[in-house]
């Protein structure tokens, strides 16, 4: 009846991140919650096969895994409608959570998907917070999905004190400019500079991304590709930087300005490949 036929693309951010760091050989664990239903276990199936330690994914009876249904439009970009209510993500417990888990890692990633909601907020402040006293390096990506937030305001406070905790963090510019209440790009970038993230990465779409740091910044073009799907790359983009990031085995500070170059140049290509094809990790599984 000439109705759209939508088809099933496992992914989210977190996973979608994970899913690059694993393509590339990187040892990764999940921790998060799904429903114990279809959705749910066909994701951690996903993760498993992808070889990413799902010992921390909960399946919980009581609630259902939150779907997002991506709709392209003419230019193959995509646009979001949420199934959450409350949704199993939003739901995630402290008391579901391992902090030995954290003691194995060298970094932790979240992003502010998980931070819309409460109990899942306070669990994810909670873990971070007990990373960075351990010495662990802080990843962050704000994911800003408006529609998953009930108070635009409460969104922008949110994401912003995240922001803060992070020793990486990866922001879209539509992201930094809503979350500094900005409309000029250059206060907006004085404002992210003021808070001294060791090391910051923007993207600008089809426009490219680049890089500050303590001591360097740059822009870069972005590479010309048909693109079929746009979903996840921002997720990819991210976890290539990370992952080029682990191979140079140094501290950020230690980063010199060739490194940070080769980490954006070989992410922006790593993404904008994934943009040839549909999906989030089925983009992945296909580099």
Same mark, same amino acid.
């Given at each position: 009846?000439?109705? !759209?036929?939508?088809?099933?693309?496992?992914?989210?951010?977190?996973?979608?991140?994970?899913?690059?760091?694993?393509?590339?050989? +990187?040892?990764v664990?999940?921790?998060g919650?799904?429903?114990?239903?279809?959705?749910?276990?066909t994701l951690?199936?996903?993760?498993?096969?992808?070889?990413?330690?799902?010992?921390?994914?909960?399946l919980?009876d %009581?609630?259902?895994?939150?779907?997002?249904?991506?709709?392209?439009?003419?230019?193959? %970009?995509?646009? =979001?409608?949420f *199934?959450?209510?409350?949704?199993? %993500?939003?739901?995630?417990?402290?008391?579901?959570?391992s =902090?030995? #888990?954290?003691?194995?890692h060298e970094?932790?990633y979240y992003g502010?998907?998980g931070?819309? +909601?409460? !109990?899942?907020? @306070?669990?994810?402040?909670?873990?971070?917070?007990h990373?960075? @006293? +351990?010495g662990?390096?802080?990843?962050?990506? !704000?994911?800003?999905?408006q529609?998953?937030?009930?108070?635009?305001?409460?969104?922008r406070?949110?994401?912003?004190?995240?922001?803060?905790?992070?020793? &990486?963090?990866?922001?879209?510019?539509?992201e930094?400019?809503?979350?500094?209440?900005?409309?000029?790009?250059?206060?907006? &970038?004085?404002?992210?500079k #003021? /808070?001294?993230? !060791? /090391?910051?990465?923007?993207?600008?779409? #089809?426009?490219g991304?680049?890089?500050? *740091?303590?001591?360097y910044?740059?822009?870069?073009?972005?590479?010309?590709?048909?693109? +079929?799907?746009?979903?996840? #790359?921002?997720?990819?983009?991210?976890?290539s930087a990370? @992952?080029?990031?682990?191979?140079?085995?140094?501290?950020?500070?230690?980063?010199?300005k060739?490194?940070?170059?080769?980490?954006?140049?070989?992410?922006? %290509?790593?993404?904008?490949?994934s943009?040839?094809? /549909?999906?989030?990790?089925?983009?992945?599984?296909?580099?």
């Amino acid at each position: 009846d000439e109705y !759209p036929t939508l088809k099933a693309n496992p992914g989210g951010a977190p996973a979608n991140f994970l899913a690059c760091l694993a393509h590339f050989g +990187k040892q990764v664990s999940f921790m998060g919650k799904v429903g114990n239903d279809y959705f749910g276990k066909t994701l951690k199936e996903t993760l498993v096969r992808l070889g990413i330690n799902c010992d921390g994914l909960v399946l919980a009876d %009581d609630v259902t895994t939150t779907l997002a249904f991506v709709i392209l439009d003419e230019d193959n %970009d995509r646009h =979001f409608s949420f *199934s959450r209510k409350p949704g199993a %993500d939003s739901t995630l417990k402290l008391s579901e959570c391992s =902090f030995e #888990a954290i003691a194995d890692h060298e970094l932790i990633y979240y992003g502010g998907v998980g931070l819309s +909601k409460n !109990p899942t907020r @306070s669990t994810i402040k909670t873990l971070i917070a007990h990373g960075k @006293s +351990k010495g662990k390096t802080i990843i962050y990506d !704000p994911n800003l999905r408006q529609a998953l937030w009930d108070d635009l305001d409460e969104a922008r406070f949110e994401l912003l004190e995240a922001l803060k905790q992070a020793d &990486i963090a990866k922001i879209s510019i539509e992201e930094l400019l809503f979350m500094f209440k900005e409309d000029d790009e250059a206060k907006a &970038i004085a404002k992210l500079k #003021a /808070l001294s993230i !060791p /090391l910051t990465f923007i993207t600008y779409g #089809a426009d490219g991304a680049g890089y500050i *740091s303590k001591d360097y910044e740059a822009r870069f073009a972005g590479k010309s590709v048909e693109v +079929k799907d746009t979903t996840g #790359a921002g997720d990819i983009f991210f976890g290539s930087a990370i @992952s080029t990031f682990l191979d140079k085995k140094k501290k950020i500070a230690a980063l010199t300005k060739d490194d940070l170059d080769d980490i954006v140049q070989k992410a922006i %290509d790593v993404s904008a490949d994934s943009c040839q094809y /549909l999906g989030g990790i089925s983009s992945i599984e296909k580099l």
